[in-house]
């Protein structure tokens, strides 16, 4: 239970800086707009578009969401464990997150300027740039399928299996949720200013701690025991 804990920890400490600032990246990093902008309602409008489609990577977020809960049980018997599955989604997660700075050099390397008025204001990225970023906000559908179910079916299990409590593991569990959130959302903005701001670092960060998270469930995260297989594991936790 403490490697469960452990794990699910890391995991969310990795997922709660996409969570909270996907659409911001979006607005700032990939269209090139700016919230703070004073007196330039045209980069400010950049920066609005940019967030319309942060919502629209949202939404395809959320149908791969749905489709790939669905699909768990399959997913977890091809991988041969609910671990390993999780493992291999961690690694996945941390890919998704690393290649937010791949998206970000294109947008800037690509950037484009128009001026209005006599002001020189960026125009949107192009479409492949657009595509990319959506592409990430879609394949994020997949690990987030699994961390919002795995872990739970497996503190249920634990518990089962050493006679504590399912109700008072799943809220231990919960514990190791809350708490990287209150740690990501009360230091990430100071982390990312001490790299001159933008959401890149907070990111990156979440990419390595996805890394180990992925690292220490196929290491030393134990699999369910013998007696319950592996597919209702995997689905344990939907009911």
């Given at each position: 239970?403490?490697?469960?804990?452990?794990?699910?920890?890391?995991?969310?400490?990795?997922?709660?800086?996409?969570?909270?600032?996907?659409?911001?990246?979006?607005?700032?990093?990939?269209?090139?707009?700016?919230?703070?902008?004073?007196?330039?309602?045209?980069?400010?409008?950049?920066?609005?578009?940019?967030?319309?489609?942060?919502?629209?990577?949202?939404?395809?977020?959320?149908?791969?969401?749905?489709?790939?809960?669905?699909?768990?049980?399959?997913?977890?018997?091809?991988?041969?464990?609910?671990?390993?599955?999780?493992?291999?989604?961690?690694?996945?997660?941390?890919?998704?997150?690393a290649l937010t700075v791949?998206?970000?050099?294109?947008?800037?390397?690509?950037?484009?300027?128009?001026?209005?008025?006599?002001?020189?204001?960026?125009?949107?990225?192009?479409?492949?740039?657009?595509?990319?970023?959506?592409?990430?906000?879609?394949?994020?559908?997949?690990?987030?399928?699994?961390?919002?179910?795995?872990?739970?079916?497996?503190?249920?299990?634990?518990?089962?299996?050493?006679?504590?409590?399912?109700?008072?593991?799943?809220?231990?569990?919960?514990?190791?949720?809350?708490?990287?959130?209150?740690?990501?959302?009360?230091?990430?903005?100071?982390?990312?200013?001490?790299?001159?701001?933008?959401?890149?670092?907070?990111?990156?960060?979440?990419?390595?701690?996805?890394?180990?998270?992925?690292?220490?469930?196929?290491?030393m995260l134990p699999s369910?025991?013998?007696?319950?297989?592996?597919?209702?594991?995997?689905?344990?936790?939907?009911?």
């Amino acid at each position: 239970m403490w490697i469960l804990l452990l794990v699910t920890c890391l995991n969310w400490i990795a997922w709660f800086p996409f969570l909270l600032f996907d659409t911001d990246w979006m607005g700032r990093e990939v269209y090139g707009g700016d919230s703070q902008s004073q007196g330039n309602n045209l980069v400010l409008k950049l920066y609005n578009n940019g967030v319309r489609a942060g919502a629209l990577g949202l939404m395809l977020n959320s149908v791969v969401l749905g489709f790939a809960s669905l699909g768990v049980e399959l997913l977890a018997r091809g991988f041969g464990g609910v671990k390993t599955l999780w493992g291999i989604v961690n690694f996945l997660l941390a890919l998704c997150l690393a290649l937010t700075v791949l998206v970000t050099k294109l947008a800037k390397s690509t950037r484009r300027f128009a001026t209005v008025n006599g002001v020189v204001v960026p125009l949107p990225p192009p479409s492949g740039v657009k595509a990319g970023a959506l592409s990430l906000f879609a394949a994020l559908g997949i690990p987030l399928a699994v961390t919002y179910s795995i872990p739970f079916a497996l503190a249920s299990i634990f518990s089962s299996s050493s006679g504590a409590g399912q109700g008072l593991s799943l809220g231990v569990l919960n514990l190791a949720i809350v708490i990287p959130q209150m740690i990501v959302s009360l230091g990430s903005g100071p982390f990312d200013a001490m790299f001159g701001g933008g959401n890149l670092p907070a990111f990156v960060l979440g990419a390595i701690a996805a890394a180990v998270s992925g690292i220490l469930a196929l290491t030393m995260l134990p699999s369910p025991p013998p007696d319950v297989p592996a597919a209702k594991a995997a689905t344990a936790g939907f009911h």
